[in-house]
Nanobody, 119 residues
């Protein structure tokens, strides 16, 4: 069982930046891929970015070039640096772990953190 706790969400103006963090605890030895997903109101949950334990990454098309995922394995923490934010980035962002590949989610989810991009 892995517990994931996100932080760093909030309200930001278009063009601004935010950094999300997700700290994992529990059975962290099972962590391979860690990822961020998001779900906007009325839409399906979608992949934002994923990173393997070795540092390979995969990004959703809509965030490529603007968002950067990273992880600190010594702290069991994954980060999402979000730059050049747009109103369409508004969503609840969820941390995810447990997957073996970069393209699909694992079984463990955080509680989510709201990101709102608005002027």
């Amino acid at each position: 069982q892995v517990r994931l706790v996100e932080s760093g969400g909030g309200l930001v103006q278009p063009g601004g930046s935010l950094r999300l963090s997700c700290a994992a605890s529990g059975n962290i030895f099972s962590l391979n891929v860690m990822a961020w997903y998001r779900q906007a109101a009325g839409k399906q949950r979608e992949l934002v970015a994923a990173i393997s334990k070795g540092g390979r990454t995969n990004y959703g098309d809509s965030v490529k070039g603007r968002f950067t995922i990273s992880r600190d394995n010594t702290k069991s923490t994954v980060y999402l640096q979000m730059n050049s934010l747009k109103p369409e980035d508004t969503a609840v962002y969820y941390c995810n772990s447990g997957a073996l590949v970069l393209q699909t989610p694992g079984d463990s989810w955080g509680q989510g953190t709201q990101v709102t991009v608005s002027s």
